[in-house]
């Protein structure tokens, strides 16, 4: 019995140390940087499937990256700050294998992401997209001064169930019933919009 229980034991260590190894495993093979007149790109590249958060910090400006278990496996290169609003690019391992890349930036500029899959010889990418205030400003136009001189836009709104394809069943409602009653709302409040 007490050898049983010493190579279960064995096996189970041995598990817990290989996944904990494999989690630390994920590593960012590149990073690099892309310019417009008020928009950055970045685009990093990682050896596997990967956890991140990513948030602003002011006073002074900054874009943060949280990757889980992960290693940086390339040299960052310092942007040319007469090209880009970002003044630097430094890293740290935080909790032990998480790595944290932060974007110092001249000035406050917003941020969205998002994932890119393996394709081809291409590796897993995270990629983000970070706009200046006036970028932002712009692409946030109202229906009324998007539409001085054009002609109305017209939306289809598609619920994406009905007749006989009834979506998904509930014990009392029928998915086509519930879309098609958020689609009429959407509608409604279209319609209160001019253009």
Same mark, same amino acid.
Do not use: W
């Given at each position: 019995?007490?050898? &049983?229980?010493? !190579?279960?034991? &064995?096996?189970?260590?041995?598990?817990?140390?290989?996944?904990? #190894? $494999? #989690?630390?495993?994920?590593?960012?093979?590149?990073?690099? %940087?892309?310019?417009?007149?008020?928009?950055?790109?970045?685009?990093?590249?990682?050896?596997?499937? &990967?956890?991140?958060? =990513?948030?602003? $910090? /002011?006073? /002074?400006?900054?874009?943060? =990256? *949280?990757?889980?278990?992960?290693?940086?496996?390339?040299?960052?290169?310092? /942007?040319?700050?007469?090209?880009?609003?970002?003044?630097?690019?430094?890293?740290? =391992?935080?909790?032990?294998?998480?790595?944290? =890349?932060? &974007? *110092?930036? +001249?000035?406050?500029?917003?941020?969205?992401?998002?994932?890119?899959? /393996?394709?081809?010889?291409?590796?897993?990418?995270?990629?983000?997209?970070? +706009?200046?205030?006036?970028?932002?400003? #712009?692409? !946030?136009?109202?229906?009324?001064? %998007?539409?001085?001189?054009?002609?109305?836009?017209?939306?289809? %709104?598609? #619920?994406? !169930?009905?007749?006989?394809d009834v979506g998904a069943v509930g014990s009392v409602l029928l998915e086509k019933n519930v879309v098609f009653a958020i689609a009429k709302e959407v509608k409604i409040i279209i319609e209160q919009v001019q253009g």
């Open positions: 019995m007490n050898a &049983f229980f010493k !190579h279960n034991v &064995f096996v189970i260590l041995s598990c817990f140390l290989s996944f904990s #190894a $494999m #989690a630390a495993s994920n590593k960012v093979k590149d990073l690099r %940087i892309s310019n417009t007149t008020d928009s950055v790109r970045v685009v990093l590249d990682l050896s596997s499937a &990967f956890d991140y958060k =990513i948030f602003t $910090m /002011p006073n /002074p400006n900054r874009v943060i =990256i *949280d990757l889980k278990s992960t290693k940086l496996d390339t040299n960052i290169k310092q /942007p040319d700050t007469n090209k880009t609003n970002i003044e630097s690019i430094r890293s740290a =391992i935080q909790k032990n294998n998480d790595l944290r =890349i932060v &974007f *110092d930036l +001249k000035s406050k500029m917003s941020v969205s992401s998002f994932v890119l899959a /393996p394709q081809g010889n291409k590796q897993h990418r995270l990629v983000l997209d970070l +706009k200046t205030a006036t970028a932002t400003a #712009a692409s !946030h136009k109202s229906v009324s001064q %998007i539409n001085k001189g054009k002609r109305d836009v017209i939306i289809a %709104i598609d #619920a994406g !169930h009905g007749g006989t």
